[in-house]
């Protein structure tokens, strides 16, 4: 029997870095620390032999009992939030879980099942019961199940671009930084009420089918919250400034090179000065948003409606469709955007929240363009879903194969398309946040990700923002406040007529991402330029009728 303990010895520092430069007005962000006393680099990880003999008792199990296809994954995914409110940490949380999904196709059926009993009992019954649920499942069967082609990966590891492991860090040092962050935030002007939260999650995946994969990988994710509250001295205007900091595939160097404590005023009196800003005029404006703002709105326009199990009608219920659809009406023939506009999806960039060495059908991911000169080019797909655009594969004397979008978030879920990074990319001539303001004459420029709201299908939405400075005449002249703008999703996109170039590239990110029934959540990073949208209906979320 084995027992519950660590099945991955975690690993070596990646290279590559997700860009960071900003030229926020006002905002401070200091070098990166040098990150002092390291507790515990990682290696790469190396499947332990007995999860290996559990892993193909599994696939025999499931071929066993009539599956034409198995793959299982032995999987340890832990999480620890550490919360704080001014002087006082109001909760810390940790969690823990370990066990087995097996997944069997069956005369073109896919079936799943779960379990945490591992042993070779346990996995073998969790097999053939995936084989009899694909069984069940082939009654309402719409279609037969056609798998892409990929290469059989029989020994590989990977990790992500973390060097120190979060759980290596004592849970008082961490709630340690975040109080002296929020006591220097409360030095700020009028500041006063500070949030402050350190999430970190980790898995520790083991992968095999039966097509020969042995797969073993770990991930570390970090994502830092923040809430500064400004209150006016009359007490009849209170401003927020959030979202400071991207959420990354590092480790705790990413938090110590933030510098929380050493930045926490100037977020502060970010939020201050929100009090004295400007009530925005309702009407049409350039805007000029920067990537910290930006990938939300990739995000939700642009990365969601070219899921392609959302354009096929697969995917409706938790977040709507898309208007991208159907594919066969869209590929090569709509215009996204401008000439200029590329969008890529990737599982690569390091840092980034997406990025795997293989997904969870043991695909190593490419990089692929969703929109081609501002054209839509291609879906996110999974080794089922790749077989769905054959058509257009073949008649661009492309390979049909998995873009590597397959992804679940715990053992005991099965895995289904999820969201690759999807990104921006950046314009040929170097141009910077400044010069995109520096050349527009009548305009807001909008820093930080806000509230929004979009349809079902990914085509009318509102965004919020976290910064708003009013332009004239190619300058900052003020600050703003209640801005929002609405868009329609090809209307904005084609309204783009600047972007930034390669040393304006930024990678921002979501870390709580969900999707499907039952829900599932993933993290994902979106990179971006700057750019400038002409002409956007802009109105005021503060006006009373």
């Not at 084995?2 to 200091?30: C, E, I, N, Y």
């Not at 019961?129 to 082939?138: F, M, P, S, Y």
């Not at 009090?275 to 709105?297: C, F, I, M, N, Q």
């Not at 715990?410 to 314009?427: A, D, E, K």
Request: charged letters at 20%; one cysteine or more.
């Amino acid at each position: 029997m084995t027992t519950r303990r660590d099945f991955l010895k975690t690993g070596s520092v990646a290279a590559g870095a997700v860009a960071l430069s900003s030229s926020l007005p006002g905002a401070l962000h200091g070098t990166e620390a040098m990150v002092p006393r390291v507790r515990h680099v990682a290696t790469a990880p190396e499947m332990d032999a007995v999860v290996k003999e559990l892993l193909m008792e599994a696939l025999n199990a499931a071929k066993l009992a009539g599956a034409s296809y198995a793959d299982a994954r032995i999987g340890r995914y832990l999480q620890n939030f550490v919360v704080t409110r001014e002087q006082q940490i109001i909760n810390v949380v940790d969690t823990d879980s370990i066990g087995i999904g097996v997944r069997a196709l069956v005369d073109g059926t896919w079936g799943f099942a779960a379990s945490r009993d591992l042993t070779k009992a346990g996995v073998a019954a969790a097999a053939r019961e995936a084989a009899a649920i694909a069984k069940a499942n082939g009654v309402a069967r719409d279609r037969r199940i056609t798998l892409a082609p990929a290469p059989a990966v029989p020994n590989a590891s990977w990790k992500n671009a973390y060097e120190i492991d979060p759980w290596t860090i004592p849970v008082e040092e961490k709630a340690d930084l975040l109080i002296r962050s929020n006591a220097a935030g409360l030095k700020a002007a009028n500041v006063k009420y500070v949030f402050s939260a350190l999430f970190f999650r980790k898995q520790e995946r083991n992968y095999a089918n039966t097509d020969g994969s042995v797969i073993a990988q770990t991930i570390v994710q970090t994502a830092i919250q923040q809430q500064f509250t400004a209150v006016s001295p009359d007490f009849s205007d209170f401003q927020n400034r959030g979202n400071t900091i991207q959420p990354v595939g590092r480790g705790w160097e990413w938090v110590l090179q933030k510098q929380l404590a050493e930045n926490a005023v100037a977020w502060g009196e970010e939020a201050s000065a929100k009090l004295k800003a400007k009530p925005v005029e309702v009407g049409r404006y350039d805007l000029v948003l920067h990537p910290s703002h930006l990938w939300l709105t990739i995000h939700e326009s642009i990365a969601h409606p070219t899921e392609l199990d959302r354009a096929m009608g697969y995917e409706a219920n938790y977040a709507g469709t898309s208007f991208v659809a159907p594919p066969a009406d869209f590929l090569g023939k709509f215009t996204y955007g401008p000439a200029f506009m590329n969008v890529q999806g990737d599982r690569s960039q390091p840092g980034a929240l997406a990025t795997v060495g293989y997904d969870d059908e043991g695909v190593a991911p490419d990089e692929f363009l969703i929109v081609k000169e501002g054209k839509v080019n291609d879906y996110q797909t999974t080794r089922e879903q790749a077989s769905w655009l054959d058509w257009w594969y073949k008649s661009q004397g492309k390979a049909v194969r998995s873009h590597g979008c397959s992804y679940a978030d715990n053992w005991s879920s099965v895995q289904f398309q999820r969201m690759p990074n999807v990104s921006l990319m950046p314009g040929e001539k170097e141009q910077s946040y400044e010069d995109l303001i520096a050349a527009t004459d009548r305009g807001i420029a909008i820093v930080g990700d806000g509230s929004f709201s979009i349809d079902q299908q990914r085509y009318n939405a509102q965004f919020g923002g976290q910064l708003f400075y009013e332009i004239r005449g190619g300058k900052i002249v003020g600050m703003l406040k209640d801005v929002a703008y609405q868009i329609r999703t090809p209307e904005f996109w084609n309204s783009m007529d600047m972007i930034g170039g390669k040393q304006s590239y930024e990678v921002w990110g979501s870390f709580f991402d969900g999707k499907g029934q039952p829900g599932q959540v993933n993290a994902v990073s979106h990179g971006s330029v700057p750019a400038r949208f002409r002409n956007v209906n802009v109105i005021n979320t503060g006006r009373t009728a």
